[in-house]
T-cell receptor
Framework: KAGVTQTPRYLIKTRGQQVTLSCSPI?????VSWYQQTPGQGLQFLFE???????NKGNFPGRFSGRQFSNSRSEMNVSTLELGDSALYLC??????????FGEGSRLTVL | EDKVVQSPLSLVVHEGDTVTLNCSYE??????LLWYKQEKKAPTFLFML????IEKKSGRLSSILDKKELSSILNITATQTGDSAIYLC????????????FGTGTRLTIIP
């Protein structure tokens, strides 16, 4: 069974640009959540989607947005990038019991 | 605000030693507690503990939940160099399981 797949794995952007990250959950998992990981703040929750609906949102500015498609695949977008957005962005899909499985992550560097 | 605290922040032991990692939480609505291992990439799921499943074991790793003390421990026996990683504790301490609050982690280093 394939795990959570994230693309791209690495990307470099400059300040002011925008970026879109993609996540394909484990087959059968309908919940997809996103986390930001930085050395200073650790792992922080961004948002979670279930059946194309955002059910929960963390404390991030409106520049961070996401969506989920009917096949459960999800994308997150960050607009007007800032240096502080440099981080590892992790996507996770969840079983019905609440066990979260993470993808390899997308490492974003903002110059 | 929900809070998860892990200790120690880092730990260095020799191969073959047994280690105990700690996680305590202050939450308004406990549902479950999860342990992850993170090496150089994404966190790998280890265990989920709930009110109905307070003890889990897998090979040399085991974990116990103490709901009275609001804490959990992760034990690793006969440590190996491959156990070197950051161990993260997290909980969905609200209505939705999928919103996890993570601790800062314990960095475990195993010396050969």
């Amino acid at each position: 069974k394939a795990g959570v797949t994230q693309t791209p794995r690495y990307l470099i952007k400059t300040r002011g640009q925008q970026v879109t990250l993609s996540c394909s959950p484990i087959s059968g998992h309908r919940s997809v959540s996103w986390y930001q990981q930085t050395p200073g703040q650790g792992l922080q929750f961004l948002f979670e989607y279930f059946s194309e609906t955002q059910r929960n949102k963390g404390n991030f500015p409106g520049r961070f947005s996401g969506r989920q498609f009917s096949n459960s695949r999800s994308e997150m977008n960050v607009s007007t990038l800032e240096l502080g957005d440099s981080a590892l962005y992790l996507c996770a899909s969840a079983t019905a019991a609440g066990e979260l499985f993470f993808g390899e992550g997308s490492r974003l560097t903002v110059l | 605000e929900d809070k998860v605290v892990q200790s120690p922040l880092s730990l260095v032991v020799h191969e073959g030693d047994t280690v105990t990692l700690n996680c305590s939480y202050e939450v308004t609505n406990f549902r479950s507690l999860l342990w992850y291992k993170q090496e150089k990439k994404a966190p790998t799921f280890l265990f989920m503990l709930t009110s109905s499943g307070i003890e889990k074991k897998s090979g040399r790793l085991s974990s116990i939940l103490d709901k009275k003390e609001l804490s959990s421990i992760l034990n690793i026996t006969a440590t190996q160099t491959g156990d070197s990683a950051i161990y993260l504790c997290a909980g969905p301490f609200n209505f939705r399981n999928e919103k996890l609050t993570f601790g800062t982690g314990t960095r475990l280093t195993i010396i050969p």
